[in-house]
T-cell receptor
Framework: GQNIDQPTEMTATEGAIVQINCTYQ??????LFWYQQHAGEAPTFLSY????GLEEKGRFSSFLSRSKGYSYLLLKELQMKDSASYLC????????????FGAGTRLAVHP | DGGITQSPKYLFRKEGQNVTLSCEQN?????MYWYRQDPGQGLRLIYY???????QKGDIAEGYSVSREKKESFPLTVTSAQKNPTAFYLC????????????FGPGTRLTVT
């Protein structure tokens, strides 16, 4: 199968740093996306990794290790508005842009 | 403003009725997708379309149907054959260039009783 695993819930303190992990099966890997989704709203695109290494975008960074089937999303200087679900999605090769989504990690930021 | 619209935001239906969910985009994207989201589960692909007049089944197509007569529009019909239709339905589209990220509409929450 093509399971995408990520923790169900995490909590963190305002101003802190949090790392959300995602693991996947490596066969056919063709790119990994992170999305943010506030409750009842649409997912919004955060980052994309297809090569090994770290991609930084302001307070958010995403890391990928293709050989380990592992990615993480790093959120710095946490704000209350960062309380949301974070979805890891992997694109596997197969002729079209199909994404397999993890169940999401619900992050609660508290004062 | 470019974007994806879905209507309505909330929809209520009686069991046994078909219902059609609207999805429109003005991003000039060729590819469009329909997902279903249930609590505690990832988004699951229902149908997708790469070009006008063409579409393919996703992982959970049973009980659903779609059409793609125009590039901008990709309506989803939830038929009475769908056993558990109550869910949050998300439509997405993607451009024809790397990284092909998918842009999502605001979703329709369907409740069937």
């Amino acid at each position: 199968g093509q399971n995408i695993d990520q923790p169900t819930e995490m909590t963190a303190t305002e101003g802190a740093i949090v790392q959300i992990n995602c693991t996947y099966q490596t066969s056919g890997f063709n790119g990994l996306f992170w999305y943010q989704q506030h409750a009842g709203e649409a997912p919004t695109f955060l980052s994309y990794n297809v090569l090994d290494g770290l991609e930084e975008k302001g307070r958010f960074s995403s890391f990928l290790s293709r050989s380990k089937g592992y990615s993480y999303l790093l959120l710095k200087e946490l704000q209350m508005k960062d309380s949301a679900s974070y979805l890891c999605a992997v694109r596997f090769s197969g002729g079209y842009n199909k994404l397999i989504f993890g169940a999401g990690t619900r992050l609660a930021v508290h004062p | 403003d470019g974007g994806i619209t879905q209507s309505p935001k909330y929809l209520f239906r009686k069991e046994g009725q078909n219902v059609t969910l609207s999805c429109e985009q003005n991003l000039n994207h060729d590819a469009m997708y329909w997902y279903r989201q249930d609590p505690g589960q990832g988004l699951r692909l229902i149908y997708y379309s790469q070009i006008v007049n063409d579409f393919q089944k996703g992982d959970i197509a049973e009980g659903y149907s779609v059409s793609r007569e125009k590039k901008e529009s990709f309506p989803l019909t939830v038929t009475s054959a769908q056993k558990n239709p109550t869910a949050f339905y998300l439509c997405a589209s993607s451009p024809g260039q790397e990284p092909y990220e998918q842009y999502f509409g605001p979703g329709t929450r369907l409740t069937v009783t």
